[in-house]
């Protein structure tokens, strides 16, 4: 194993809005602004986590985040330098991808040398408070040589510049430091997680950096492909990852972005042994606003506790040429049927979306600024809202695509299995969330459904046809009963029996009421 030269964080604390209890420290609803910079600081202080990610990607954030934290918790700082001790990473927008946002780039890199300067100045010393950048979408390597070389070029670059033949930049406004970044990829979708190999090595050749944090996207993938999908391709990534590391001897520390649903990673404090199982080898892990806000602080004190101790927890497992080319025919089989699914549930899953509560400060989801994701020819939601509106109509999305369990051969059964480690504890997990009455009373009245859903009577019959067979696959294959099994859930079924009335009633204030009531049931959004 490599040493390491600096503290690799083991928790992230994020901003995704997945929680629906807001903490008691926010003064409304939504928490934005100063409040997200109060949120670093408790992040850090009191669940412990070592990094936070200060997210310019979708939303509006607040670029004098250092010094606002060093001027109004410094004793706290003083203590724990930021750079060193604790960290705080800028995510940008992707300017290939989020064109109408791509300007924010040139934004937050040009407030990193602020941020060196107002530490500089607290600490009495040279500090880097930030010096790390997550480039999410990321689909080739060029695109981190293009960040980095902006930054050398176009922020440290121009304190060169002369200014009138005697005075350069950095003779009137100081030096620009720190003089390079190091860029984190985020790497989201199928392609690009299965060669993700092919995208850091030529990284590596050029750079040649002593390590690399690489970040493997967990909530697109089940999004887009299925939940099977999004475990199998983390496991290639890790797996192909390792191997990177071994043949350039560079250092490679994967991090991993998990909610607390088994849709979006089965991260909670009832699974945390299970969850260290699944995904061997991740170095860092995200604390996402759900875990942070949705469960006692002592519980989200002891899972961050542990992760920071036991992470990585052993070797990720080498996938084999044989395995790997069995688990891309698993990923090709649960990928088209869900998607087809999916795409035929995409109005009815949006129009139930709207009634989602905010909890960021985030842009909008559709339209001009193109924050939707799309899943063959339907646009989407995010993630979050997507799962949250599936669990409200009492269908967990984890069970779309499972009939194609029954094409699988034996040596693609077994890769599953031995791939997907706790795939039956994930679905066992959510089975009491299912409400077979809500699907019976979505398939009754289909037409009406429809109708409210600005939709075709036709698709919706055919994805609840299509979805009762992945249930049934379920229960036969993997020996899973389905629907409430203690009084909680019994009652968490009323709520979103009652929601689906109130929905088709379009009685809204009453819907978000049940939606959010349930949400507290399962404590999370989505």
């Not at 901003?15 to 408790?42: L, M, S, T």
Request: proline content about 6%.
């Amino acid at each position: 194993m490599f040493s390491e030269e600096r503290k690799i964080p083991r928790t992230m604390s994020t901003q995704h809005p997945d929680n629906v209890c807001v903490p008691q420290w926010c003064r409304d609803k939504i928490i934005e602004g100063d409040a997200e910079v109060y949120e670093a600081y408790f992040a850090y202080s009191s669940f412990g986590c070592h990094e936070v990610m200060w997210d310019s990607e979708g939303k509006d954030a607040d670029t004098r985040v250092i010094r606002k934290l060093l001027v109004n918790h410094g004793d706290y700082f003083k203590k724990n330098i930021i750079g060193s001790d604790v960290f705080l990473t800028y995510r940008i927008p992707n300017p290939r991808v989020e064109v109408a946002e791509r300007k924010i780039v040139v934004e937050t890199l040009e407030n990193i040398p602020v941020g060196y300067d107002v530490a500089s100045a607290f600490y009495k010393k040279e500090v880097i408070p930030i010096f790390e950048v997550i480039l999410p979408f990321t689909t080739d390597g060029e695109e981190l040589l293009w960040l980095l070389n902006y930054y050398k070029k176009a922020v440290v670059g121009v304190e060169d510049v002369d200014l009138d033949g005697s005075v350069r930049v950095k003779d009137w406004v100081g030096p620009f430091k720190p003089s390079n970044i190091e860029p984190i990829p985020l790497i989201e979708d199928m392609e690009s997680l299965i060669k993700i190999d092919k995208i850091i090595e030529p990284y590596i050749d050029v750079v040649q950096p002593k390590y690399v944090r690489v970040f493997i996207a967990r909530s697109d993938p089940a999004l887009n492909y299925s939940l099977p999908c999004a475990v199998i391709l983390s496991k290639l990534a890790l797996s192909k990852l390792k191997s990177l590391e071994k043949r350039k001897g560079v250092a490679i520390y994967p991090i991993i972005g998990v909610g607390t649903m088994p849709f979006r990673g089965h991260l909670s404090p009832d699974n945390l042994e299970g969850f260290l199982n699944e995904y061997r080898g991740i170095y860092t892990v995200t604390i996402q606003s759900a875990l942070k806000y949705d469960y006692p602080l002592e519980d989200v004190r002891r899972v961050v506790k542990a992760l920071n101790e036991k992470l990585p927890y052993e070797e990720p497992s080498i996938i084999e040429v044989d395995e790997e080319e069995d688990l891309l025919r698993v990923l090709g089989k649960f990928k088209s049927r869900y998607q087809k699914i999916v795409e035929d549930l995409a109005p009815l899953v949006s129009s139930v979306a709207s009634y989602i509560p905010e909890r960021r400060a985030r842009k909008l989801h559709i339209g001009l600024f193109g924050y939707s994701r799309k899943v063959g020819g339907a646009v989407l939601p995010r993630a979050i809202p997507f799962a949250g509106a599936l669990y409200s109509l009492g269908i967990p999305p984890e069970f779309i695509g499972f009939k194609a369990l029954n094409s699988l051969s034996e040596d693609e059964w077994n890769v599953l299995r031995k791939y997907y480690t706790n795939m039956k504890y994930d679905l066992d997990t959510v089975a009491g969330y299912l409400s077979l009455h809500n699907i019976n009373k979505l398939m009754d009245m289909y037409k009406q459904f429809s109708r409210r859903a600005g939709m075709e009577e036709e698709r919706l019959r055919s994805a609840l046809t299509e979805l009762l067979l992945d249930l049934k696959t379920v229960e036969e294959q993997l020996s899973i009963k389905l629907g409430p099994k203690n009084l909680t859930q019994e009652k968490y079924e009323n709520i979103v029996n009652n929601f689906l009335i109130s929905y088709i009633e379009q009685d809204d204030e009453e819907a978000k009421g049940y939606l959010e009531e349930a949400a507290r049931i399962r404590k999370c959004i989505g």
